[in-house]
């Protein structure tokens, strides 16, 4: 009887480590199955991955493509500007203070508008944050010369100096593209058309250093004046003083049409001779623009895009309202602060503008409080404006790795069918 039961008690031993065996067995054939499966299922998540960044960046690469064949067709050929300010985001420029190199900069032919202010002439470096550079106007220094302004109207044929590899040329204007054009084959401009690498005018869009007449800003606290005695002493309507009658903006013409309507006193060359004072000096010739005049005629003798001159900035102070007939159509509207300027443009024609001149003259309150408005504004003085410009020039000299470019065509830049009217 005892054999059986230890016969039995063996089997049962056996069959529970068996059992315990193949429960081992199939937990560690799980788990490397398991393992396996994750493995796999790494592999195939990366390479989805991969085919989906590959996919993505393939499809930005097109869109960025895209984008950018888009932004090429929205800026001119001849106009990089925007393009090289993106540039310079993306590089950091060496501070002032490492800078070691010097850099001459020849006005070869000094603005005509500038050599008659001498307080703005006076302008140099000294006050930029890149002062290593220095002005002269030495012709003789023209082949030593980093940089050489030139007077666009007046660029001779004939420089009369050898230019050397990687010298600058800068063409600077004051004056609207018709009346350069008009000179360019008669001077020398037409011959070296091809020959800048920036420009320097007051059109802010399209020129590389930005050299406006002068800049309406708003004074910090308010301009407190007697407007209602001011308007009072009001007695006559519109005043232009100009020499230039035959223009390509037909103002002579416009301001026939503009007397049959409103009362306009013309001096000068073109009306009546006024020889009060000395030219260019605003004296107390100027002052009946305070006490006698309404209106100062702000009337360009050019219609182009941002051409707003000294008639508007040199005259803004006094008190006197005025009145623009400059730039593209309604541009006087949205370069200047709202109450600053009548803008001529938002009058259907000169008969309008006549009767819209005779109402606000004639409501005394309504005079002076445009008056007071327009008060509160003011013009940056011409050498700010020039001082702005020398600034710019030395830094982009700092930095040509960003700013060097050649212009193809510095007629086509500013072409007249697409900036003047």
Same mark, same amino acid.
């Given at each position: 009887?005892?054999?059986?039961?230890?016969?039995?008690?063996?089997?049962?031993?056996?069959?529970? *480590?068996?059992?315990?065996?193949?429960?081992?067995?199939? $937990?560690?054939?799980?788990?490397?199955?398991?393992?396996?499966?994750?493995?796999?299922?790494?592999?195939?998540?990366?390479?989805?991955?991969?085919?989906?960044?590959?996919?993505?960046?393939?499809?930005?690469?097109?869109?960025?493509?895209?984008?950018?064949?888009?932004?090429?067709?929205?800026?001119?050929?001849?106009?990089?500007?925007?393009?090289?300010?993106?540039?310079?985001?993306?590089?950091?420029?060496?501070?002032?203070?490492? *800078?070691?190199?010097?850099?001459?900069?020849?006005?070869?032919?000094?603005?005509?508008?500038?050599?008659?202010?001498?307080?703005?002439?006076?302008?140099?470096?000294?006050?930029?944050?890149?002062? !290593?550079? @220095?002005?002269?106007?030495?012709?003789?220094?023209?082949?030593?010369?980093?940089?050489?302004?030139?007077?666009?109207?007046?660029?001779?044929?004939?420089? #009369?100096?050898?230019?050397? *590899?990687?010298?600058?040329?800068?063409?600077?204007?004051?004056?609207?593209?018709?009346?350069?054009?008009?000179?360019?084959?008669?001077? &020398?401009? %037409?011959?070296?058309?091809?020959?800048?690498?920036?420009?320097?005018?007051?059109?802010?869009?399209?020129?590389?250093? =930005?050299?406006?007449? $002068?800049?309406?800003?708003?004074?910090?606290?308010?301009?407190?004046?007697?407007?209602?005695?001011?308007?009072?002493?009001?007695? @006559?309507?519109?005043?232009?003083?100009?020499?230039?009658?035959?223009?390509?903006?037909?103002?002579?013409?416009?301001?026939?049409?503009?007397?049959? %309507?409103?009362?306009?006193?013309?001096? #000068?060359?073109?009306?009546?001779?006024?020889?009060? &004072?000395?030219?260019?000096?605003?004296?107390?010739?100027?002052?009946?623009?305070? =006490?006698?005049?309404?209106?100062?005629?702000?009337?360009?003798?050019?219609?182009?895009?941002?051409?707003?001159?000294?008639?508007? %900035?040199? !005259?803004?102070?006094?008190?006197?309202?005025?009145?623009?007939?400059? $730039?593209?159509?309604?541009?006087?509207?949205?370069?200047?602060?709202? &109450?600053?300027?009548?803008?001529?443009?938002?009058?259907?024609?000169?008969?309008?503008?006549? $009767?819209?001149?005779?109402?606000?003259?004639?409501?005394?309150?309504?005079?002076?409080?445009?008056?007071?408005?327009?008060?509160?504004?003011?013009?940056?003085?011409?050498?700010?404006?020039?001082?702005?410009?020398?600034?710019?020039?030395?830094?982009?000299?700092?930095?040509?790795?960003?700013?060097?470019?050649?212009?193809?065509?510095?007629?086509?830049?500013?072409?007249?069918? =697409?900036?003047?009217?």
């Amino acid at each position: 009887m005892d054999k059986p039961v230890s016969y039995t008690k063996c089997l049962l031993k056996a069959f529970i *480590v068996t059992v315990v065996v193949g429960l081992l067995v199939l $937990g560690i054939v799980a788990k490397h199955m398991t393992d396996v499966d994750k493995k796999s299922h790494s592999q195939m998540a990366k390479k989805d991955e991969e085919n989906q960044t590959k996919t993505v960046t393939k499809d930005d690469g097109k869109q960025h493509k895209s984008v950018k064949e888009d932004y090429r067709k929205k800026i001119k050929s001849d106009d990089k500007t925007n393009m090289l300010e993106e540039k310079k985001k993306n590089v950091q420029p060496a501070s002032p203070d490492r *800078v070691s190199k010097s850099y001459l900069v020849l006005w070869y032919d000094m603005l005509s508008y500038l050599h008659k202010r001498n307080y703005a002439k006076t302008a140099n470096f000294s006050p930029c944050e890149y002062n !290593n550079c @220095k002005l002269t106007l030495k012709r003789k220094m023209a082949n030593v010369s980093d940089a050489v302004i030139f007077q666009g109207r007046y660029m001779p044929k004939n420089t #009369g100096f050898k230019r050397p *590899v990687g010298q600058v040329w800068i063409f600077a204007e004051h004056e609207a593209p018709p009346v350069y054009k008009s000179l360019a084959k008669k001077f &020398g401009l %037409y011959n070296h058309r091809d020959a800048f690498n920036w420009s320097m005018t007051y059109d802010k869009a399209l020129a590389d250093i =930005h050299l406006p007449y $002068g800049e309406i800003r708003r004074h910090k606290h308010y301009i407190s004046k007697d407007y209602d005695k001011i308007a009072l002493n009001k007695t @006559k309507g519109a005043l232009i003083i100009t020499s230039h009658c035959q223009v390509v903006s037909r103002r002579t013409q416009f301001l026939k049409e503009l007397k049959k %309507y409103t009362d306009v006193t013309i001096l #000068g060359k073109c009306g009546t001779p006024w020889d009060c &004072g000395k030219w260019l000096f605003h004296d107390n010739c100027f002052d009946i623009l305070n =006490h006698t005049y309404a209106f100062y005629l702000a009337f360009e003798n050019a219609l182009c895009h941002q051409y707003f001159t000294e008639k508007l %900035y040199e !005259n803004f102070l006094y008190d006197t309202l005025f009145v623009t007939r400059s $730039g593209l159509p309604h541009e006087a509207s949205s370069i200047f602060p709202e &109450g600053s300027v009548i803008d001529s443009d938002q009058f259907k024609n000169a008969q309008e503008l006549g $009767g819209f001149l005779n109402k606000v003259q004639n409501d005394k309150r309504d005079y002076a409080k445009r008056l007071a408005t327009k008060s509160q504004y003011y013009s940056i003085n011409y050498r700010e404006s020039y001082q702005r410009a020398l600034c710019d020039i030395c830094y982009r000299l700092n930095h040509q790795d960003l700013y060097y470019k050649n212009i193809p065509d510095i007629l086509q830049v500013f072409n007249t069918q =697409h900036s003047c009217r």
